[in-house]
């Protein structure tokens, strides 16, 4: 059998029928599924497991879940297994999930893993009725156009994918090697089958456009900004640091413009000192092409004791280095939403952004946005915020006040809405 073969059609689960005030609604899992080791989650893990517990939450008759499985197959996820699933990867990205033990923590994961082997469905009353939504919330799998058509045509559903971005398109030089060439088999694919499709931003719609136009067909997009999940409060938003801090956050790649907060980094540690300079904390792995900010991190010796490379963290502890923090700095050169600049306003901390459209949209008037290739701008900025008492801080924290996050209910509620108007 090959590595996408379904299983669809097979007999022996009964597919449920759909529910009386909407169509039925097939989640894809297959992003969660394939992160199934890892302890962090990224911005579409996230998005991922914001719809299969909002959904179980609001519309549970109407839903069902299905996967491209890591082992190859597709097919259907029985409801109580992926619910258990789904509690597993929340407590794995918290602090319960990284004081586990390694071993025991794998052995978890890939039990729960094996435990969703992909079931068959009933094809005696998918093709009838009215059309399901088969709802695809990430990229992964998106290139195997021949094998998701088959699955729609067996389900009679309707494809609504997520796009979230079109960066390796717009910014190949951003991208992995190879990176552009195959996100734009995804997004041709995507194109081809959807009926409708959920966008993040204006912003991406606005990209996503030139793609759906290529494939001449008049599908209707829905802008839906993401939402921020409710934290819980905060024990002690000082605890990380005794100095004043900045905290970066992201995947170490060339977008994410570290190689600008290193230098004006390195900048302050030799005209102010070491001990007169705040520190800078980096959240997130390390990715590719950025061997410069690798360097810079391993054998600078100005950078030591002032910047620190936190990798990955539990959530709990990346919502305290937040809350704590002098500003959240994010000078990326191309994004598709912000949803750092999303938490970290939530959270009260004040965000200090590239000036692009996606972020603008995301943070309204309460950030400060500066152009990303503006050093000097960076450095004032830096510098002032650090300040106790900063004036420019204190005014950023007056309009965070008046700010308004958007929420995942508001989110799911216009996903729900363009769902019944897709497949009306």
Request: charged fraction near 20%; charge should be positive.
């Amino acid at each position: 059998m090959s590595a996408t073969a379904c299983i669809d059609a097979a007999a022996p689960v009964a597919d449920a029928g759909a529910a009386a005030d909407g169509p039925q609604i097939v989640l894809d899992l297959s992003r969660l599924l394939s992160r199934v080791l890892h302890p962090t989650p990224t911005g579409v893990d996230r998005v991922e497991m914001a719809y299969a517990e909002g959904l179980l939450r609001l519309a549970p008759e109407r839903l069902q879940f299905t996967a491209f499985h890591p082992c190859g197959l597709h097919g259907r996820l029985p409801t109580g297994l992926v619910s258990e699933f789904l509690a597993l990867t929340a407590a794995r990205w918290t602090d319960e999930g990284w004081t586990e033990p390694r071993t025991q923590r794998w052995r978890r994961a890939a039990a729960a893993c094996l435990s969703l082997a992909p079931r068959p469905i009933s094809p005696s009353r998918a093709a009838t009725g009215r059309p399901r939504a088969y709802l695809h919330l990430s990229a992964r799998g998106l290139e195997r156009h021949r094998a998701i058509a088959a699955i729609l045509r067996r389900r009679n559903a309707r494809f609504i994918p997520f796009v979230h971005d079109l960066i390796p398109l717009e910014h190949p030089e951003y991208a992995r090697p190879g990176g552009a060439r195959d996100y734009a088999r995804k997004i041709a694919a995507a194109s081809a089958l959807a009926s409708g499709v959920l966008v993040n931003s204006q912003a991406t719609a606005e990209a996503l456009a030139p793609a759906l136009a290529a494939a001449g067909r008049a599908t209707p997009v829905r802008v839906a900004p993401l939402g921020v999940p409710t934290s819980p409060p905060i024990r002690n938003a000082n605890v990380l640091c005794a100095r004043p801090y900045f905290v970066a956050l992201g995947t170490i790649e060339p977008r994410k413009n570290h190689l600008l907060l290193l230098h004006l980094w390195r900048r302050m540690a030799l005209t102010l000192g070491p001990e007169r300079t705040p520190d800078l904390m980096l959240v997130g792995r390390r990715g590719w092409e950025s061997e410069m900010v690798f360097d810079l991190l391993d054998r600078a010796p100005t950078l030591r004791g002032v910047v620190h490379e936190l990798g990955c963290i539990p959530d709990t502890r990346l919502r305290e280095l937040i809350r704590g923090a002098r500003a959240v700095l994010l000078p990326s050169f191309a994004e598709g939403y912000g949803l750092p600049v999303a938490e970290a306003l939530a959270l009260g901390a004040p965000v200090i952004a590239s000036d692009l459209p996606a972020l603008r949209e995301t943070g309204g008037g309460a950030p400060d946005y500066l152009d990303p290739l503006d050093g000097a701008a960076w450095a004032a900025a830096a510098a002032d915020y650090a300040t106790p008492g900063s004036a420019r801080r204190q005014a950023q924290l007056a309009r965070i006040a008046r700010w308004r996050p958007p929420t995942w209910d508001d989110h799911l509620a216009a996903a729900l809405d363009f769902i019944d108007e897709v497949c009306a």
